[in-house]
């Protein structure tokens, strides 16, 4: 009988065989080209601290993405907490005896016909990009990490101790501002 | 799980929401349903929600372009990590 392979590591090939597709990895999930090297370079770092605990279990760069994972959460954690505290709440639903009907003045408007065949404008990226800018810190990093690093909700609630339902109630407030954000500029011109 | 099967409009969105993620369950796709029969503002920003999705999937893509360090980079890096390694 076989055993399975048992995957090692080569610190002194690392920054060849593996510091592009980290940095490219990282370089679509933050910012800015700077940060992605000092990620990539804090993810070696803690692969060289941590690699007495590899067990061989997973390919070398499989394991050195699941340690850059952590590194980009906790910079999305970093800047939640400098940034975060003044949270500009939109209330969609009445409070008290039509708890959680639509207020009135947030309904949603019909979207402009012409607007239905626009999806591919890149113009619309601009608008777009512009709205999520306009999310309060902690909408935008929940809804980033959801929808364009596409981690999975129990990875997020890890990662910053919130709850599934928690979450949802956040990423569904994002979606609503993104809305009436591109309602109001796009589709309603 | 709570069993009332009419729900506010707050939930209906927020199931809704969770929809587009693939990720209500069944029952709450009930209540959705059940909601939306009665709801037309719920019906609008369902539609709309399907529409902000699909528009996000478009443009929030990662971009395919390849970015790489630069030789120069990479051997500062190397020199870092040997660094550490001492």
Redesign the interface.
Same mark, same amino acid.
């Given at each position: 009988m076989t055993e399975a392979k048992k995957h090692t590591l080569d610190p002194s090939k690392w920054v060849d065989s593996h510091s592009d597709y980290l940095f490219n990895y990282t370089i679509t999930r933050v910012d800015s080209q700077e940060l992605a090297k000092d990620i990539v370079q804090e993810t070696f770092f803690s692969g060289l601290k941590a690699m007495k605990n590899f067990r061989g279990q997973a390919a070398e760069r499989t394991w050195l993405i699941s340690i850059l994972k952590r590194k980009i959460i906790d910079h999305y954690r970093k800047i939640n907490s400098a940034r975060g505290k003044a949270e500009v709440k939109v209330n969609f639903y009445e409070e008290g005896d039509k708890k959680g009907s639509w207020i009135e003045e947030r309904v949603p408007q019909q979207w402009g016909n012409e607007a239905e065949k626009n999806i591919e404008n890149t113009e619309l990226k601009g608008t777009l990009d512009g709205c999520i800018e306009n999310l309060p810190e902690k909408y935008r990093t929940v809804f980033l990490l959801k929808n364009v690093q596409q981690y999975e909700t129990e990875e997020i609630c890890n990662e910053l101790g919130i709850t599934a339902s928690n979450l949802w109630v956040i990423i569904h407030r994002a979606r609503h501002q993104l809305r009436k954000c591109m309602e109001d500029n796009w589709f309603a011109k | 799980m709570s069993l009332k099967l009419f729900?506010?409009?707050?939930?209906a969105?927020?199931i809704c929401?969770?929809n587009?993620?693939k990720?209500a369950t069944l029952m709450e796709k009930i209540k959705l349903n059940i909601h939306l029969l009665s709801c037309k503002?719920c019906g609008?920003?369902s539609k709309?929600?399907v /529409? +902000?999705t699909?528009?996000?999937n478009?443009? %929030?893509?990662?971009?395919d372009c390849?970015? /790489? +360090?630069s030789d120069e980079?990479?051997n500062a %890096?190397?020199e870092?990590?040997k660094g550490?390694?001492m």
């Open positions: - | 729900i506010s409009c707050d939930e969105t927020t929401t969770k587009q993620y990720e503002i609008l920003y709309q929600n /529409k +902000l699909e528009i996000c478009k443009h %929030l893509q990662k971009p390849e970015n /790489k +360090l980079e990479k %890096l190397k870092k990590l550490f390694n």
